[in-house]
C-alpha cells in the first residue's frame, strides 16, 4: 500500500496567516467603531480598513499559492526524466529559498537607503517581468505533457497558430 504525502507550501500559511490576522484587526476595528479611541484620526478607522485590506491580500495569496505551485510541480515532472526527478525538485525548493533570502537581504539594504525604495523597487520588476512573459513564452506550445506524450497528443490538440493558418491565408490573398 503506498501512501500518498501532499507538501502545502509554506506560502499558503502566510495567505492564511494575513487572513487570520485580518479577521482580527478587522473584528477589533469593528468593536471600537461605536466607541473610537481618543487619538489623532481615529474617525478613519483605520483596523477597519488593514483588516479588510489584510483579509483581501492572504485569501489572493493563499489561492495564488495552492493553484501555481502545485502547476510548477507538474510541469517539473513532466519535463524531467523520472530518474532525476528528486534532484530537480531539490534544486527548485533550493532556488526558491535562495532567491527568498536574497530578496530579503536586498530589500533591507535598499530600506536602509530610503523607506520606500524597496516597495518600488519591487513594483517595477514586478511590471517589466510582467512585460516579459509573452516574449519568453512565445515560443512555449502550452502544455508539457505534448512534449512529453509524443505525436499523438500533439495532433489531438488545436494550436493557436493552427487555428490562425487560414485567417492569414485570406488576408493574404485579399
Same mark, same amino acid.
Given at each position: 500500500?503506498?501512501?500518498?504525502?501532499? &507538501?502545502?507550501? @509554506?506560502?499558503?500559511?502566510?495567505?492564511? =496567516?494575513?487572513?487570520?490576522?485580518?479577521? =482580527?484587526? =478587522?473584528? $477589533? *476595528?469593528?468593536?471600537?467603531?461605536?466607541?473610537?479611541? *481618543?487619538?489623532?484620526?481615529?474617525? /478613519?478607522?483605520?483596523?477597519?480598513?488593514?483588516?479588510? =485590506?489584510? &483579509?483581501?491580500?492572504?485569501?489572493?495569496?493563499?489561492?495564488?499559492? #495552492?493553484?501555481? &505551485?502545485?502547476?510548477?510541480?507538474?510541469?517539473?515532472?513532466?519535463?524531467?526524466?523520472?530518474?532525476?526527478?528528486?534532484?530537480?525538485? +531539490?534544486?527548485?525548493?533550493?532556488?526558491?529559498?535562495?532567491? &527568498?533570502?536574497? +530578496?530579503?537581504?536586498?530589500? +533591507?539594504?535598499?530600506?536602509?537607503?530610503?523607506?520606500? /525604495?524597496?516597495?518600488? $523597487?519591487?513594483?517595477?520588476?514586478?511590471?517589466? /517581468?510582467?512585460?516579459? /512573459?509573452?516574449?519568453?513564452?512565445?515560443?512555449?506550445? +502550452?502544455?508539457?505533457?505534448? #512534449? #512529453?506524450? *509524443?505525436?499523438?497528443?500533439?495532433?489531438?490538440?488545436? $494550436?493557436?497558430?493552427?487555428?490562425? *493558418?487560414?485567417?492569414?491565408? @485570406?488576408?493574404?490573398?485579399?
Amino acid at each position: 500500500m503506498s501512501e500518498k504525502h501532499n &507538501i502545502i507550501p @509554506v506560502w499558503f500559511f502566510v495567505g492564511v =496567516l494575513f487572513l487570520v490576522y485580518g479577521v =482580527l484587526i =478587522l473584528g $477589533s *476595528g469593528l468593536a471600537e467603531w461605536s466607541h473610537p479611541p *481618543g487619538t489623532v484620526l481615529a474617525e /478613519l478607522h483605520a483596523p477597519v480598513w488593514w483588516g479588510a =485590506l489584510l &483579509i483581501a491580500l492572504g485569501t489572493v495569496e493563499a489561492i495564488g499559492v #495552492a493553484a501555481t &505551485i502545485p502547476a510548477a510541480q507538474s510541469l517539473l515532472s513532466q519535463l524531467v526524466h523520472p530518474d532525476a526527478l528528486g534532484r530537480a525538485q +531539490g534544486i527548485f525548493t533550493t532556488a526558491e529559498s535562495a532567491m &527568498i533570502a536574497v +530578496g530579503a537581504a536586498v530589500s +533591507g539594504y535598499l530600506f536602509t537607503i530610503y523607506h520606500w /525604495l524597496p516597495f518600488v $523597487s519591487a513594483a517595477v520588476l514586478a511590471i517589466a /517581468l510582467t512585460a516579459l /512573459l509573452p516574449r519568453l513564452w512565445r515560443d512555449v506550445e +502550452g502544455r508539457a505533457s505534448v #512534449a #512529453a506524450a *509524443g505525436e499523438r497528443a500533439a495532433t489531438a490538440m488545436s $494550436s493557436a497558430r493552427q487555428l490562425a *493558418g487560414p485567417v492569414a491565408e @485570406v488576408t493574404a490573398n485579399a
